[in-house]
Structure formats: C-alpha cells, structure tokens
C-alpha cells in the first residue's frame, strides 16, 4: 500500500458524500450534467487570502500569478480579491482584461514576448517585466511608434535561488530574467529614456515548503533590490519579491508557517536602506491561493483486476491532471490526495490503483492506495486540483477533450 498525499483542510462529508462549498459532489455533476469537472470553491479561495492578508505585512501587496488557474469566472473572483495579476502571455493578458482588471494593476512577465504581445501591454498600460536587453530595446521601439510612454520594470536574474523550491527560477545560467549585475545599467537606461519605471522583479523559485527558506531568499531578495537599487542611483519605486509558497501535495508534506514568514518580513521592513524606504513591495502566488481550492471529479467506469491488483478506470486522467500523474515536475511519482467522492469519509477496506482512461501507462492518478471499495459509478475526487490542472495538462492527448470547470 502506498500513502496518498494530505487532503486540504475544509472538506467535509453530507451524507456520506464529499461536499465543496457546502454542496455535495453528485448535485454539482448534475449542474454541469458532465464529468470530469474541475470544482472551485471561491470561499476557500477568499478564506486563504484573508489569512495571507492577516500574516503579512499591510505594506505588502498581493498579487495573482494567473497561470495558475485562468479560468474566467476564478479571474473575476481574483480580480476583487487581490491588488494585482501577473501573467505570461498575450493570452493571458486578455484573459485578465476581459476578467475586467484595471491595466494598471497587471504587470506581464515571461521570456519571448512576441512584438504584438509587448504592443498590446504598452497600448494598454500594462507594466512589462523586462527579461533581456534585447526585449527592453523592442519595447522602447514599439512605444515609440505608438506614441505611448511604456511602463517598465526588470526581471532580475538573483544570484540565488529558493531553497526546497520545486522549481528553480533563478541561480546561474537561466532563461529569465536579467543577471543581477548587468541590471543597473538596463535600469539607468530605461530612467533615461523617460519610461514610467516601475523597479525590479526579481522571482527565485517556486512550490517551497520550507518557511525558513522563503523567508531568507525574501531577506536576500530585499538586499539585493537595495543593492541593484544604489547602483542604478535611484530610489526603487516597486519591488515584486516573488512568491514561491508551496502547498502540500505529498505524504508527510506540512503546510507553511505563514505567521513565521510574516514576522520575519515585518522585522526586514522596519529597516530599509534608503533607496528602499518608498518603495511599493508586492509578492506574485499562484498555487498557494487556488491550489487547494480546487478538486478533480472523475467517474469509475470500469473495475478491474489484473494479476491480483485492483484497478478502478475513471473518465479522467493525465490530460486533465498532468501533475497528479506524477509527470510535471517531479522525479519521483507520489500520490496527490485521492478519495472515492461518492464515499467520502468510509473506512479504507482495499488496495487499489486509480488509473485513467488514456491508453498510455503513465495515466495513473493513484498507485496501490487505500480506498473504500468502490463500483462502476462512483465519482472519484482528485484533491489539489486548483492550480496547474485544466491548464497546464495536454487536454487535447487522445481526443477526449477539455474537462468541464465551475466555481462555487
Ligand atoms: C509560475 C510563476 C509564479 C507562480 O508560481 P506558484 O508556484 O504557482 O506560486 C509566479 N511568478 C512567476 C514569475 C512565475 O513564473
């Protein structure tokens, strides 16, 4: 038997059946009259940015990594939740415009901005995150030609990155951003040329569960913003510190010491440099806001047996939910949490795996765990669901198409 990773906090059974936001699993499929479906619960959403708000520092703005989860209805959920959106693509610029964000409040970064990517953030005020030279040169251009003044930032490349961090964004060689120490001279450059500019952005890894980590790469953020800050010979009006607030996917993963992370945060903005004291600091979150806010509902369609083991068949998969299939990101395959929905809270009583229904043996959304036993009908709950799930699986593998999305 192998170990399924934690379910979130605040999900509880209604007569034996996995409820989400109070409504039970087999009345939220019968809305939607389909499975697979994501299910969003907006109350888990706000009830985790209000205990963000409550543990870090008032100074400390909050903002949307949208790919995450840019399914429109969370967007415009989001929009009046947090004070800014991040993305990374044309696409999601005009997802997040048409969730109805100000411009102002949306900052755009990502290597390989396209000429009509950088056009529209300019026409629109979006602030662009600079992730070479090259690109700062193609947005001085584009903005000449409209006419416009562009709003502008810099990606920096730290030296450094999150420890325990299950996505190395920064520390050496590395696609994005700027290297540190060829950033004052970019940043003198775009003061110049009579930009709006809009400081640093400086993002050192991603899904880290280790608080003491976050909190010194944000400490070593701090300092090298200062530092960028006095050789460039100007005060920094915004810094984004990144995120990197991991969530709990795995057995024996423990969330994160949110009031330690705060603390420490306060304690380093009692003390700015000088070139620091004005500033405007932002962290960017994704999974940390949405992840455990949403759930993957998938129906048995088939139980079988194979030379002893167990396997229930579902109508989802890998191409919905790459990441609990064990094939984004991670090395070692481990169980996300897993229930049988329709059961939600019986005793444990076999051994089985859940695989889906794409004809590949990677399709595998749970291996050897223990459930209760379940027949052909019963709906399936993948837990973690919220963040890099609809979006970021490959729903076209196979043709059986995008999974159905809510949110209550
Ligand atoms: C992916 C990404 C994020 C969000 O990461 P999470 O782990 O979802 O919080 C934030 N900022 C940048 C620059 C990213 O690339």
Redesign the pocket.
């Known amino acids: 038997m192998k170990p399924l990773g934690p379910i979130p906090p605040g999900f509880a059974a209604i007569d034996g059946e996995l409820a989400i936001a109070g409504r039970r699993v087999n009345e939220l499929v019968a809305q939607t009259g389909n499975t697979p479906l994501f299910v969003y619960s907006g109350d888990q959403v706000r009830n985790r940015v209000a205990e963000l708000r409550a543990a870090m520092p008032a100074r400390l703005a909050l903002h949307y990594?949208v790919?995450?989860n840019p399914y429109g209805p969370l967007l415009a959920l989001m929009d009046g939740l947090v004070d800014g959106f991040?993305v990374?693509s044309g696409g999601e610029l005009a997802l997040a415009r048409a969730a109805g964000t100000d411009p102002a409040r949306i900052s755009f970064?990502g290597p390989g901005k396209r000429d009509d990517e950088l056009e529209a953030a300019i026409a629109s005020g979006v602030t662009l995150n600079l992730e070479s030279e090259g690109e700062a040169d193609r947005a001085f251009a584009i903005a000449d030609h409209l006419g416009a003044v562009p709003r502008l930032a810099v990606r920096v490349n730290p030296d450094f990155d999150l420890k325990g961090s299950g996505m190395k964004?920064g520390g050496g060689a590395k696609p994005f951003g700027v290297d540190a120490a060829r950033v004052p001279a970019l940043a003198r450059r775009i003061i110049a040329s009579g930009a709006h500019w809009q400081g640093l952005h400086i993002?050192a890894g991603?899904?880290s569960l280790d608080s003491e980590a976050i909190a010194e790469t944000q400490a070593a953020t701090l300092d090298l913003a200062a530092q960028l800050a006095e050789a460039s010979g100007s005060p920094l009006p915004r810094c984004n510190l990144?995120?990197?607030?991991g969530i709990p996917y795995f057995p024996a993963d423990t969330p994160i010491d949110l009031s330690l992370i705060g603390q420490r945060l306060e304690a380093r903005f009692a003390a700015l440099p000088a070139v620091l004291q004005e500033t405007r600091f932002c962290i960017?979150?994704?999974?940390?806001l949405v992840g455990e806010a949403g759930v993957y509902l998938t129906r048995v369609i088939d139980r079988k047996e194979s030379h002893g083991e167990v396997f229930l068949v579902v109508d989802g998969g890998l191409h919905h939910q790459l990441a609990a299939s064990g094939n984004f990101g991670t090395v070692v395959r481990r169980n996300y949490p897993v229930a049988i929905a329709s059961r939600f809270g019986a005793p444990d009583s076999e051994e089985v795996s859940v695989v889906g229904c794409l004809c590949t043996p990677l399709d595998r959304l749970a291996d050897k765990a223990g459930l209760p036993r379940a027949e052909v009908g019963d709906l399936v709950a993948v837990f973690c669901a919220g963040?890099y799930g609809a979006s970021a699986s490959p729903a076209q593998f196979l043709g059986h198409g995008p999974a159905c999305e809510m949110l209550v």
């Open positions: 990594a790919k995450a991040d990374a970064a964004m993002f991603s899904q990144g995120g990197g607030f960017e979150l994704g999974r940390y963040a």
